[in-house]
């Protein structure tokens, strides 16, 4: 007698034999439906983006867990890692100089968390870092930001480095999480503390994009008009959209295999 089969087996199993374009459509249905939940659950929207670095601070503590249980690395990209500290000590400077508020104690508190994370890696636990995997080259990423935010930066009354600083944070925190898609992409198979750790920056992701989209809304475009002129606006929420979507696809079998009892996440060829 074959087993029944749960609606949401059922449900998991038409959408993994649509084809892209529709896996597309839908997943920006999904989108828009979980953003007007959202508007009408949480009243105000700043806790989003507080909740979206909670988040963020959450998958941080997973890994410090995962590196203290079980002494090993492997799977982490030290780069991802790095990148990530990069922005957050950037973005740190200009909370500093420009204002100051909860988002500059979860960014400090993350920050630090993130800067033992790449302690352990480089000197604790350097024999279990897998660097053959981790071979994306940061520069890639790097450079195209501070070219990119030399050009394209806020148009308030604060100084110009300041300004080209946070735009550099902007955009590099969109890309940080390339490094550790490329490590998974070799490796094909995610463990579960690394698997937690991703999903929970696609959760912040999506919390973090939610936030500025029901911002702009409220505001009847306003806000844009509040962040500068120019193409800074523009930029702004296409970087919270980009990394949002960069995730999107592993987040969907990462669900997938929590809901199918799988402890081990196996990525099929081409999703990260």
Known sequence: MRPQRTPIHAVATWVRRQPPKVKAFLAVVSGM?????????????????????????????????????????????LKSQELTAIFLAVRLYCSFVMEYDIHTILDLSTLAATLWVIYMIRFKLKSSYM????????????????????????????????????AFAVYLEAVSVLPQLRVMQNTKIV????????????VARFLACAHWV????????????????????????????VQTFILAD?????????????LVLRLPPGVV
């Open 33 to 77: 439906a979980a953003l007007v939940l959202l508007r009408f659950v949480v009243h105000d929207h700043d806790n989003l983006f507080v909740a979206a670095e909670a988040v963020h601070s959450l998958g941080i503590g997973v890994l410090i867990y995962k590196l203290m249980k079980e002494k090993t690395c492997a799977g982490i990209s």
């Open 131 to 166: 660097e053959d995997k981790d071979n994306f080259a940061i520069y890639y990423v790097l450079i195209p930001c501070a070219v990119l935010a030399l050009f394209i930066h806020p148009s308030t009354s604060h100084n110009l480095v300041n300004r080209i600083s946070w």
């Open 191 to 202: 463990e579960p503390f690394t698997a937690h750790y991703v999903f929970a920056l696609g």
């Open 250 to 262: 592993f987040c969907y079998y990462y669900v997938k295999s929590v809901l199918g009892g799988q």
């Open 214 to 241: 029901l911002q702009v809304l409220d505001s009847r475009g306003h806000l844009l008009v509040a962040l500068g002129y120019g193409l800074w606006p523009s930029m702004v929420l296409i970087s919270e959209i």
